[in-house]
């Protein structure tokens, strides 16, 4: 038999190879695309929390220009990415404040309702860049990584109104008339996440302090890692929460269920959920266990870790991901 030329060999080979290149999965690609998507995350996020602590700043009840001004960004925001934005008005003290919420409603499931929410105000004279532009910021980058998907329940997304004192554990507080119009309608949450604050962290010794004690056993004492926070009642679907948020980063998550009588355990907006008898949980880190600027004049966004607020939004998403496919 006659040899094949040396061009045909040539040729051969070059074909084998560029088959096997393009039938060999690429690892390089899916992690450059994990890559870019951490980088958008971290970008839209820095965004959002420059306008509402940075241009609009300190959002207190009386601020209402200010609180105007968040309200109509949220809303430009997730009108953006195409969503039908439904506003809950009510009055206070004379004065009209405004829940702004959107909905992703489920294909095969749509009666079972997955709430997350964040309050969008602050307590007079702090820019809240923490607390809370952080978990608005957030939130919309849940509203938009959600925006395209066909999830099998339903999303409900809220921004909150009036979470600080003087209405804080009030009947006022905008995440309680949210809840109390769901149990009002008989809907079927199957429980609601809550973020309040979830942009500080750090890495030195004994930053991280514990309203008891023996808390310092258990958990570690660098605040580098975010924390998820239930009542006894809601365990089930904290579990289920912690498990796939550690899915999708490699961020450190720590949990606690336990009961209001620990000081922070009801801090925010899950507690009206809990008052209504709906599974809710809170994302935290920590507040004023950690962050020092908390409620004062200092919680500014260079304070702020965006690159570790990306991976909780991230694990959030893989979390959210799991519970509006899963049944329950």
């Not at 997350?116 to 307590?123: E, K, L, N, Q, S």
């Not at 507040?287 to 966004?301: L, M, Q, V």
Request: a negative charge.
């Amino acid at each position: 038999m006659k040899k094949p030329s040396r061009i045909f060999r040539v040729t051969a080979l070059s074909l084998v190879v560029l088959l096997f290149l393009s039938a060999a999965p690429d690892h390089n690609y899916g992690a450059q695309s994990a890559r870019d998507m951490k980088r958008d995350i971290q970008n839209h996020l820095k965004s959002t929390v420059g306008f509402l602590a940075g241009k609009t700043g300190s959002r207190g009840y009386m601020q209402l220009d200010n609180l105007q001004s968040a309200a109509d960004f949220i809303k430009a925001e997730l009108a953006g990415y195409g969503y039908d934005v439904s506003v809950q008005r009510y009055t206070a003290k004379g004065n009209s404040y405004e829940n702004i919420s959107v909905i992703k409603r489920g294909e095969k499931t749509p009666e079972k309702i997955i709430v997350v929410g964040a309050h969008y105000d602050t307590v007079l004279g702090t820019p809240g860049a923490d607390d809370n532009a952080s978990g608005v910021a957030g939130l919309l980058e849940l509203a938009r990584l959600f925006s395209d998907t066909s999830p099998a329940k339903t999303l409900n997304l809220v921004a909150f109104t009036l979470e600080e004192p003087p209405f804080f554990r009030s009947g006022l507080m905008g995440s309680h008339m949210y809840a109390e119009q769901l149990k009002n309608e008989n809907s079927d949450v199957e429980g609601m996440i809550c973020l309040e604050m979830i942009g500080y962290f750090s890495d030195e010794p004994d930053s991280q302090t514990f309203p008891l004690p023996f808390f310092s056993l258990i958990y570690p004492d660098r605040g580098n890692f975010i924390t998820l926070v239930s009542n006894i009642q809601s365990k089930g679907f904290l579990n289920r929460i912690k498990g796939g948020f550690k899915k999708g980063t490699d961020l450190p998550v720590e949990s606690l269920s336990s009961f209001s009588i620990i000081p922070g355990v009801d801090f925010s907006d899950h507690r009206s959920f809990w008052k209504f008898g709906f599974d809710a949980i809170m994302v935290t880190d920590t507040a004023f266990y950690r962050n020092p600027h908390y409620h004062g004049p200092g919680d500014i966004p260079s304070t702020l870790d965006y690159e570790r607020m990306a991976d909780v939004v991230i694990g959030l998403n893989a979390a959210l991901k799991e519970l509006l496919t899963t049944a329950y």
